[in-house]
């Protein structure tokens, strides 16, 4: 028989509280089986996914996306429609990851401006600060998504 864990030391594993493991029962994510006193038991297989769920949520998925994906591990026969599927729905959310980084790059690039500005402020350094915020403006009014924006200033 498979070892088998309890929702306390799942919790204490994981570093989940006991609450979110019964929220993702309830919702379906993660169905432990029930023995005749009806706690919850969770097996090797369901911490993997448990684990999984941590990650993706960590990567920026949504519980709705992890809910709808995180299944084909568990299926017999896997079509190749569900796959190329989810390959779209990761390079999507790839995509979506990396826009997201190029904006913050984008706003540390400000920020470490606007700090050199004030830490040795120059005609030359608030030039320099004016011209960038102005172009993240434009940017920002244009609507412009990250790809389609010019290099930033040096």
């Known amino acids: 028989m498979k070892q088998l864990y309890t929702i306390q030391e799942v919790a204490r594993m994981l570093g989940m509280s006991k609450d979110t493991l019964r929220y993702y029962d309830r919702i ?3 169905k432990p089986v029930r ?3 009806r706690y919850r038991m969770y097996t090797p297989d369901e911490l993997i996914d448990l684990m999984n769920i941590q990650i993706m949520q960590y990567a ?10 995180i299944g084909f591990r568990k299926m017999e026969r896997i079509a190749p429609e ?3 599927e989810a390959a779209a729905f990761l390079e999507a959310k790839d995509a979506e990851i990396r826009r997201k980084i190029e ?7 400000l920020l470490r401006l606007a700090a050199d500005t ?3 402020y120059s005609a030359e350094s608030d030039a320099r600060l004016a011209a960038y915020v102005r172009e993240l403006y434009r940017d920002i009014r244009a609507g412009r998504r990250p ?3 010019g290099k930033t200033p040096q």
């Open 60 to 69: 920026g998925f949504t519980l709705e996306e992890i809910k709808g994906k």
């Open 28 to 30: 379906g994510l993660v």
């Open 82 to 84: 569900y796959l190329a």
């Open 35 to 37: 023995e005749d006193n």
């Open 103 to 109: 904006h913050l790059e984008k706003v540390s690039r």
């Open 118 to 120: 004030m830490r040795n």
């Open 147 to 149: 790809e389609e924006r």
